[in-house]
């Protein structure tokens, strides 16, 4: 045999010499749940993640910072009597978000990248991302309460606005609005590909916020279809998306590839809820390695053709990264 391919992996320094895939602090945004309490409330279904209080959400970003992670993304958890079937509270000015990302820039300046979400799920009182009507989920309606939530996000300081709805539509109506108001600085980051997912499930429970009726097959994408997103792309990239994203992550590594071949855009993924769950509850039952089974999905995922990743483990891989 004259081609012998172990040879190129025999030794780690060999193998480092040519590896094409880097993972780093750098790469993550850390999502972080928030509620209007001062007490942090861990959440069951995603051992190690927390409803924080703004004290612990100030010790969390700080920490993510010296672990070399620079950007989080916030999701309130809204109590009850403030969800309405308008979602007005997403748009609130004194509200939760808002008075986290001013008491974060206060604390971090520039250092700390903002991000943060767009979507009614968590005010709405049907549990949707849009506006229902008779059951069904109104669009255009529903951006125009889509631009508010953004320019209120905007004016309390966001650098990122991400929104997770899949109305069509948003994301050139979501530019023109922060245009208009004088945002023509703050970032897009459009969830491109945003599958109806099972993943999501601890999410859901996190900020209890799963729908009331139905599901979201209407607006979230069909887990049968790739082809599908390549007009979500044109869409997103004609309406002036800075950063497009695939959602979940390690069961969409196609669309992860297809998307990064498709587009010149940063590419982001979503390392869900459930993709969390799973990697936690077995890890807990001693059934698989936590830190290689963490650092080997993540590695995939960009592989798969991802820049960033937003991931719950960000602190913990950040943490096996430094060794
Ligand atoms: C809602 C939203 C969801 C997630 C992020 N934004 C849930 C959903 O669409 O039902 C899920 C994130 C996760 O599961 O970690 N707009």
Not at 93 to 109: H, I, M, T, W
Not at 193 to 202: E, H, L, N, T
Not at 283 to 288: E, K, R
Not at 310 to 316: L, V
Request: charged letters at 30%; proline letters at 5%.
């Amino acid at each position: 045999m004259r081609i012998r391919p172990r040879r190129n992996r025999k030794s780690e320094g060999i193998r480092r010499f040519h590896r094409e895939t880097h993972l780093g602090p750098e790469h993550f945004v850390y999502p972080l749940f928030v509620h209007a309490g001062s007490d942090e409330q861990p959440i069951a279904s995603m051992p190690g993640c927390s409803r924080h209080g703004l004290d612990g959400l100030l010790k969390e970003a700080e920490g993510a910072l010296k672990d070399g992670i620079s950007a989080i993304v916030l999701f309130p958890a809204v109590e009850e009597a403030l969800k309405t079937s308008h979602g007005e509270e997403a748009y609130n000015p004194e509200g939760l978000v808002p008075a986290c990302l001013r008491a974060l820039r206060e604390r971090f300046g520039p250092e700390l990248t903002l991000c943060t979400d767009v979507a009614l799920d968590p005010y709405s009182s049907d549990g949707h991302d849009g506006i229902v009507k008779d059951g069904r989920i109104l669009n255009d309606e529903t951006v125009e309460v889509l631009v508010k939530q953004a320019v209120c996000q905007a004016e309390a300081g966001a650098d990122i606005i991400a929104p997770s709805d899949m109305m069509d539509g948003r994301i050139g109506a979501i530019r023109d609005g922060l245009d208009e108001a004088g945002h023509s600085e703050v970032s897009i980051l459009s969830y491109t590909a945003k599958y109806a997912s099972a993943f999501y499930g601890p999410f859901r429970d996190a900020l209890d916020s799963a729908p009331k009726f139905g599901d979201k097959k209407t607006y979230q994408m069909d887990p049968a279809n790739a082809r599908e997103a390549y007009r979500e792309i044109a869409l997103d990239e004609e309406e002036g998306a800075d950063i497009l994203m695939v959602k979940p992550a390690l069961p969409y590594l196609d669309v992860i590839r297809l998307m990064r071949e498709a587009t010149e855009l940063p590419i982001a993924a979503y390392q869900v809820s459930g993709e969390y769950a799973m990697l936690k509850a077995a890890a807990a039952q001693g059934w698989l390695d936590e830190e290689r089974v963490v650092l080997e999905s993540l590695t995939a995922i960009r592989r798969a053709g991802a820049d960033i990743i937003f991931t719950y483990f960000a602190r913990q891989a950040a943490a096996y990264l430094r060794g």
